[in-house]
């Protein structure tokens, strides 16, 4: 009994502290860093920790497939949000992104993945949900949101209430499922549930639109995680598979910074 009962208080302190730093980071860090943020494995690095305790390396290998399979339905669970944001409330705007994701995930049953598979499913999904989420980015700066107390209790409790759901079930809805709901996009909801009625939801949309390029390293991350968990170990997997996912928005903040470099050297050196 005692084992079980810090088992669960681990589980309670780790994705709580976790989430907990993410958002604190997120709510202050403005649109496009925030998306960087956003799209590290919070509460799906929770998740896979705690079933890397519970289950074998073959397990987390089939279940970063899955994984990646959820990553790509995040992506269409960002867009859907950010399409609704612009004019409907926030509870239509996440019902709608959530029933989406929910549409994605019971349709994914339908083909027998791999991770090749699922790897092209990221490279198509992507490149189009990035090409329609072009209009919903805000390019100049949003009003960061101060995070109150409870903000960082409420979310760090859904949050961590979602991933002892997902490692409870994981024995009984195998490793491809408990990869897919490991990455149930629970705390990227949250941010919008704290962003949409402060900001506006064009303001959130912003957030979930450019949420769409950081995610690709979160899929390539994964498929890190899933080629190198047997052979190395799911410790050493997750440390590249997460090395992976911060050198991909890594690159994508310096192209950012190249961009906006080349554009004030041409403003500076238009004729007046």
């Avoid at 004019?87 to 959530?98: D, E, K, M, N, Y």
């Avoid at 490279?123 to 107390?149: C, M, N, Y």
């Avoid at 303001?203 to 450019?210: Q, R």
């Amino acid at each position: 009994m005692t084992t079980i009962l810090f088992g669960l208080l681990l589980k309670i302190a780790l994705t709580a502290s976790i989430v907990v730093a993410a958002s604190v980071v997120v709510e202050r860090a403005g649109p496009f860093l925030g998306s960087l943020i956003a799209s590290l494995p919070t509460a799906g690095g929770a998740a896979m920790i705690i079933l890397a305790v519970q289950h074998p390396p073959a397990f987390i290998a089939q279940s970063a497939v899955g994984s990646m399979v959820s990553d790509a339905a995040c992506g269409i669970f960002a867009l859907t949000y950010a399409v609704l944001a612009q004019r409907r409330s926030l509870a239509v705007s996440l019902v709608g992104a959530f029933l989406v994701w929910f549409a994605c995930a019971a349709a994914s049953q339908l083909i027998d993945w791999s991770a090749a598979s699922a790897l092209i499913l990221n490279a198509i999904v992507f490149p189009l949900t990035i090409l329609t989420g072009s209009r919903f980015r805000a390019e100049g700066s949003v009003r960061r949101v101060r995070l109150s107390k409870s903000d960082l209790a409420w979310r760090a409790g859904v949050v961590t209430l979602c991933v002892l759901v997902v490692t409870a079930a994981s024995g009984s809805i195998g490793s491809y499922f408990s990869g897919l709901f490991a990455f149930f996009p629970v705390a990227m909801a949250s941010f919008f549930v704290i962003l949409h009625p402060r900001l506006g939801g064009p303001a959130a949309a912003s957030v979930a639109a450019h949420v769409q390029a950081p995610l690709i390293g979160l899929g390539l991350g994964l498929y890190a995680v899933h080629l190198l968990a047997v052979p190395l170990g799911v410790w050493s997997s997750y440390a590249v598979g997460l090395s992976v996912g911060i050198s991909w928005n890594a690159l994508l903040w310096l192209a950012r910074q190249w961009w906006k470099g080349r554009q004030a050297a041409g403003v500076a050196g238009a004729p007046e």
